[in-house]
């Protein structure tokens, strides 16, 4: 049993400490996301790790309606990352049912329990097209 972390764990270790990581594959220059051992693309097993620029346009979205006292509704937004991997989040700071298509966001790291995550908030032009 090998002693060293597999993806997801360094993924989440890095977010722990504050960083939007993603992995970009050495064999054809593209970036991936979820964090994988062999990119699917090419079938590269060289994955390095670089920092995302959190920038990211809402590619699809839908609201999760849930009763007030579970939580209230959130949005399950797919957001095209600048550096072309695609990931699922939601949006924070607007109404579930006001985000849209194209909007552009921003990541932003939340410390919780148990283990962080990203969500996205508007950037300040963050109005679709």
């Known amino acids: 049993m090998s002693s060293h972390p597999g993806p997801d764990q360094i993924y989440h ?14 064999g054809c220059a593209r970036h991936v996301f979820y964090p994988r051992t062999v990119y699917p693309h ?17 590619y699809s979205t839908s609201v999760v309606r849930r009763l007030p006292e579970k ?13 072309g991997a695609r990931m699922i989040s ?5 109404a579930p049912e ?21 969500v996205f908030t ?3 032009d963050g109005d679709a097209s």
Do not use: K, Y
């Open 13 to 26: 270790g890095h977010l722990a400490e504050g960083r939007f990581m993603i992995q970009r594959c050495s």
């Open 42 to 58: 090419c079938g590269s097993n060289d994955l390095t790790w670089i920092a995302a620029s959190g920038r990211g346009v809402v």
């Open 71 to 83: 939580g209230g509704d959130h949005n399950v937004a797919i957001v095209d990352l600048a550096e």
């Open 90 to 94: 939601r949006v924070d700071g607007i």
């Open 98 to 118: 006001d985000v849209r298509i194209g909007m552009e966001v921003r990541a932003r790291i939340e410390q919780a329990e148990p283990r962080p995550f990203e």
């Open 122 to 124: 508007l950037t300040g």
